[in-house]
């Protein structure tokens, strides 16, 4: 299996402003991705609340690509140059990886979600059946959730970040900080209806949305962890993942009364406890059972903080 170091590489001495940068990309790194996707999705935000007038829902759509996506990108040139981009280039194609992984990730995952809803009051007696066409939507809805969503996020947070948050705070706590940055990330996305926020919400319900929503996406990124460290540090099979935990929430919760039904507040919560319910448990096992380790093996997926190692270039 490839290792998760990115390739070494010499490098000019650096001084200033580019010094700092380079002792402390994670820090730029996670300011970039905000600013970029928090500056295209800011308008659509103050629309919705009346400060300004137009439709800016395209910042929304273009937060993931203009956020960790980009900042991933300047970052890893700017500390690795091509080598490192190269890298990137072959993590985001990697996926040769073992038949069991694209079970859980392309089945399991959706069937925790399932389980997650059904196990909610009224769930079943709610439900609306199947429309025509059930398959061909989902898989349609996949590929787009895929491209528009789940590879430019997880190029950031699982290409960029994960490979460097786990040597240096180790995979439990590198993997909890991650969750923590990625969760606030989303926080515009609660002010605008389509996650039950608004002008005429219960900011209340919202932030208590929020609140589960964070302890949700912490959960998960266990999850993720887990799965990009027994597949070499798989950026594709980390955006396999994050588009198979969205696409039930276009596509198949909202058949469910209350549970992911757009511009609800209670349909924010049901859709939320759906995936906090068995990916919280499913977290907690995976800490226990892996002693917190989630798959990292300090020596195959990397033996040296990858900006340790530009650090210390081989002759």
């Not at 402003?17 to 308008?43: D, E, G, M, N, Q």
């Not at 994050?242 to 919560?269: M, R, Y």
Request: aromatic share 14%; charged share 10%; with cysteine.
């Amino acid at each position: 299996m490839d290792t998760l170091e990115p390739p070494r590489q010499s490098s000019p001495p650096s001084t200033g402003f580019r010094k700092t940068i380079r002792s402390h990309p994670l820090v730029f790194f996670f300011l970039l991705s905000y600013f970029f996707s928090w500056i295209v999705a800011a308008p659509a935000v103050l629309s919705v609340w009346g400060f300004i007038g137009g439709d800016y829902t395209i910042g929304l759509m273009l937060k993931q690509w203009i956020g960790p996506a980009l900042a991933a990108f300047i970052m890893t040139s700017f500390l690795a140059g091509r080598p490192g981009l190269q890298d990137l280039r072959i993590r985001i194609r990697r996926w040769r990886v073992g038949w069991p992984w694209y079970l859980f990730v392309l089945l399991g995952a959706p069937a925790l979600i399932l389980l997650g809803i059904l196990v909610q009051p009224g769930a079943v007696a709610g439900f609306q059946g199947l429309p025509p066409r059930f398959l061909l939507t989902y898989l349609l809805t996949f590929a787009l959730v895929f491209i528009g969503v789940g590879l430019p996020e997880e190029i950031g947070w699982r290409g960029f970040a994960l490979p460097r948050l786990q040597p240096r705070y180790g995979p439990l706590l590198g993997t909890f900080i991650l969750g923590v940055v990625w969760s606030l990330w989303h926080l515009l996305y609660f002010l605008t209806p389509d996650h039950g926020g608004g002008p005429r919400s219960d900011l209340a319900a919202v932030f208590t949305n929020f609140f589960l929503f964070c302890l949700m996406v912490i959960s998960l990124s266990v999850i993720f962890t887990w799965v990009f460290n027994h597949t070499g540090g798989s950026i594709f099979m980390a955006a396999l993942l994050h588009a198979a935990i969205d696409t039930p929430q276009l596509v198949w919760a909202p058949l469910f009364l209350d549970v992911g039904t757009s511009n609800s507040t209670a349909g924010e919560t049901g859709y939320i406890l759906a995936l906090l319910i068995p990916f919280g448990l499913l977290a907690l096992v995976t800490i226990i059972l892996t002693r917190g380790r989630l798959g990292y093996d300090s020596k195959q997926n990397a033996a040296l903080d990858p900006d340790q190692a530009l650090a210390h270039p081989v002759s």
